[in-house]
């Protein structure tokens, strides 16, 4: 059975420290990991992560995939009261779009 | 990436009602799916939605509770039949614009509570 990990389940950081979120898979037939935040409804997309060791930027955002040892990482460096968000991983099967979901990170940065 | 809209954003109902929501994307796109998100849960897919023909449901999910419907590359529904409060959740439109694996994106979701 497909299964995507997300750790920690929570993080309480303060403003300007740098986070690392993890998420391992099992995922039959890989083909991309992706990661969204969401912060009300809707998840927000991130990055997409295909190939192993290249790392996805975008500003103070970046990523990065593992696909020997099944993970990936997502950092967050000077972190803003306005990351407070939960952070999502899916990994994506080989048949078609779908994506299986982890539990996510819920990540609050205080003041 | 598609700018996608869901109506209605939320509603409260009673017990075995039922709700139809809709997904309306700005651009064709290949593949449509609809997600749940229970409360403190985190997504689960409840079918793909395939134009001209019947979705494809995942296992524990049932045609005659979610029905769905796909006239064309750019609209989907979801109707949550019968509903019990144990179907309070968000649901959320995604979508894929190719079948390439590229990136997926998510409407703004409709919250439902069902009493």
């Known amino acids: 059975e497909d299964k995507v990990v997300q750790s920690p389940l929570s993080l309480v950081v303060h403003e300007g420290d740098t986070v690392t979120l993890n998420c391992s898979y099992e995922v039959t037939n890989f083909r991309s990991l992706l990661w969204y935040k969401q912060e009300k409804k809707a998840p927000t997309f991130l990055f997409m992560l295909t190939s192993s060791g290249i790392e996805k930027k975008s500003g103070r955002l970046s990523s990065i995939l593992d696909k020997k040892e099944l993970f990936s990482i997502l950092n967050i460096t000077a972190t803003q009261t306005g990351d407070s968000a939960i952070y999502l991983c899916?990994?994506?099967?080989?048949?078609?779009?779908?994506?299986?979901f982890g539990g996510g990170t819920r990540l609050m940065v205080k003041p | 990436s598609a700018v996608i809209s869901q109506k209605p954003s939320r509603d409260i109902c009673q017990r075995g009602t039922s709700l139809t929501i809709q997904c309306q994307v700005d651009?064709?796109?290949?593949?449509m799916f609809w997600y749940r998100q229970q409360p403190g849960q985190s997504l689960t897919l409840i079918a793909t939605a395939n134009q001209g023909s019947e979705a494809t449901y995942e296992s524990g999910f049932v045609i005659d509770k979610f029905p769905i419907s796909r006239p064309n590359l750019t609209f989907s529904t979801l109707t949550v039949s019968n509903m019990s409060p144990e179907d309070s959740s968000i649901y959320l439109c995604s979508v894929a614009p190719s079948d390439q694996y590229n990136e997926q994106f998510f409407g703004p979701g409709t919250r439902l509570t069902v009493l």
């Open positions: 651009s064709q796109v290949t593949m």
């Open positions: 899916a990994g994506r099967l080989d048949a078609g779009n779908m994506l299986t």
